[in-house]
């Protein structure tokens, strides 16, 4: 469902993403970890097209990542959400059904927004929700179309427990739906429980990709080790 090819993006001479490639499959639920300025929101920007690659090739379901045919493939969510001022949280949710040319949404944008505590908020302007509820609004955007491939930056940043576990709860009904979804995130205990597989980078390149427990065995000699222990000795300074 993805495939990056030599992704290079430089910041004048500096290289935020060094030639890095990777793919991946439908039904899959990647975790991409990394330290501050590791390149992974960089990463994720340049796959959605916020970002202007240096060079290298993106393609989404076989389609280049900058054509409307991909877009129509995927959702993301980024860490900093991002609403209207002026449209209500009802009215973010008829917007992305008209511009995804959706028919029957309704009931899946009432089942969403219950599902995130928004229903009493349904009439409340953008500008008037806190960090936590902009970020319910952002996903339940993300969803309502129904996306094969859906791209994660820090989603469980700003979310309150409940809808931290509701989350993890669609990311496993998404993946037995056969959907493709890309986590970027800090917190390593909440991609561990979710992630079939785990890329690792650092200072622009992708240092792991692999399956949880084969990264332990390749890199750990204590195989009882965690996901947060392994990333730290992978990612520390020289």
């Known amino acids: 469902m993805l495939e990056v090819s030599g992704l290079i993006k430089k910041y004048g001479k500096q290289n935020a993403v060094n030639n890095i490639s990777f793919s991946l499959q439908g039904g899959e639920v990647v975790g991409l970890l990394g330290p501050n300025g590791a ?3 960089t990463t994720m920007k340049c796959i959605v097209g916020l970002l202007r690659k240096t060079a290298g090739e993106i393609q989404i379901a076989g389609h280049d990542h900058l054509s409307v045919a991909a877009k129509k493939y995927f959702s993301y ?3 900093t959400p991002h609403v209207y001022d002026l449209l209500t949280v009802k009215e973010h949710m008829q917007f992305i059904a008209q511009a995804y040319g959706i028919k029957d949404w309704k009931d899946k944008a009432t089942e ?6 928004l229903t ?11 960090k936590g509820m902009r970020q319910k609004v952002s996903i339940c955007c993300a969803l309502l179309p129904d996306p094969q491939v859906l791209f994660f930056d820090e989603p469980m940043i700003g979310l309150d427990p409940k809808a931290i576990k509701n989350t993890k709860k669609i990311f496993k009904e998404l993946k037995d739906q056969g959907k493709t979804i890309l986590v970027s995130t800090h917190l390593i205990d909440s991609v561990e429980t979710i992630a079939d597989r785990i ?18 065995t390749a890199f750990s000699s204590a195989g009882d080790s965690s996901l947060e222990d392994l990333f730290l000795e992978l990612t520390k300074d020289e």
């Open 120 to 130: 009493d908020k349904a009439d409340k302007l953008g500008r008037d929700l806190s």
């Open 199 to 216: 890329m690792i980078m650092k200072d622009g390149n992708i240092i792991g990709n692999d399956t949880i427990s084969n990264l332990k």
């Open 77 to 79: 969510i980024p860490e």
């Open 112 to 117: 969403l927004m219950e599902i995130y505590d």
């Open 39 to 41: 390149g992974k929101s």
